[in-house]
C-alpha cells in the first residue's frame, strides 16, 4: 500500500492477557521502528530492524515485549503478560535506504491504541 | 479517535499569522533532527529536517532553524492556516552513528483561530 498499515487501529485486553500488534510497512522499506506514545506525550522509541535484523532492542521495556520481522516486511509487537501501564499507541514506522536524507525521515502509522483493564 | 497532547503547552494563533514553534534538545551530540505534526488518531507526519552543519532550512511555508550552543530548534510557519492545527514535536537522532532511534520532545499544541 501507499502508507505504513496498523491492525487492530483499537485493541482492548483484559490484564494478564497477551496481545500482538501487526505492522505493514511500506513496500520496499527496510528499516521498520516501533515506538509507544503515552496519552499526552511524545512517542518513545522500542525497537528497530533492517530487514529482518532486529538491531536495536534498547527500548522495549521489559522481557514482556517481543518484536519479530521474519521475512523483512510484516512485523508483530507481541506484548505478554499485559499490564495497565501498558495502555499507549503503538507507532509502527518505515524508511527506505537511510542514504537518502529524504527517507530518514521515517513515515508512520496510525497506530495501535492498547487499552489494558 | 484518541487525543494527542491533552496537557500540552498550547500556542494559539489566528488564522494568517505567523507561527513559532520551539524546541529545546537534550543531546549536544545530536546531529540531526525534525520536526513533525500528529494530529488526533493519527502518527507522526514528517515536515521538515535539518542537520547539525546547517543552521537554517526552509521548506514549503516552513523554516526550521537550529542554535546549536543553546540547543534550541524552532520551526516557523508562515500564513498559518486552519489545517495546520496539530500537536508539534520535534524529534533528534545521532544519524552519523547508524543509530536510527529518535528522542522526541514533549510537544507543542497549535490552535489557528479563523
Known amino acids: 500500500g501507499a502508507g505504513v498499515s496498523q491492525s487492530p487501529r483499537y485493541k482492548v485486553a483484559k490484564r494478564g492477557q497477551d496481545v500482538a500488534l501487526r505492522c505493514d510497512p511500506i513496500?520496499?522499506?527496510?528499516?521498520l521502528f516501533w515506538y509507544q506514545q503515552a496519552l499526552g506525550q511524545g512517542p518513545e522509541f522500542l525497537t528497530y530492524?533492517?530487514?529482518?535484523?532486529?538491531?536495536?532492542k534498547s527500548g522495549l521495556p521489559s522481557d514482556r515485549f517481543f518484536a519479530e520481522r521474519p521475512e523483512g516486511s510484516v512485523s508483530t509487537l507481541k506484548i505478554q503478560r499485559t499490564q495497565q501501564e501498558d495502555s499507549a499507541v503503538y507507532l509502527c514506522?518505515?524508511?527506505?535506504?537511510?542514504?537518502?536524507?529524504?527517507?530518514?525521515?521515517?513515515?508512520f502509522g496510525s497506530g495501535t491504541r492498547l487499552t489494558v483493564v | 479517535g484518541e487525543s494527542v497532547g491533552l496537557h500540552l503547552p498550547t500556542l494559539s494563533v489566528q488564522e494568517g499569522d505567523n507561527s513559532i514553534i520551539n524546541c529545546a534538545y537534550s543531546n549536544s551530540a545530536s546531529d540531526y533532527f525534525i520536526w513533525y505534526k500528529q494530529e488526533s488518531g493519527k502518527g507522526p507526519q514528517f515536515i521538515i529536517d535539518?542537520?547539525?552543519?546547517?543552521d537554517k532550512r526552509q521548506g514549503q511555508r516552513v523554516t526550521v532553524l537550529l542554535n546549536k550552543t543553546v540547543k534550541h530548534l524552532s520551526l516557523q510557519i508562515a500564513a498559518t492556516q486552519p489545517g495546520d492545527s496539530a500537536v508539534y514535536f520535534c524529534a533528534e537522532s545521532l544519524m552519523d552513528t547508524g543509530r536510527r532511534a529518535l528522542t522526541f520532545g514533549s510537544g507543542t499544541r497549535l490552535q489557528v483561530q479563523p
Open positions: 513496500s520496499g522499506h527496510v528499516s
Open positions: 535539518i542537520r547539525s552543519n546547517m
Open positions: 530492524f533492517q530487514n529482518e535484523a532486529q538491531l536495536d
Open positions: 514506522a518505515s524508511s527506505g535506504d537511510r542514504g537518502s536524507s529524504k527517507d530518514y525521515g521515517y513515515t
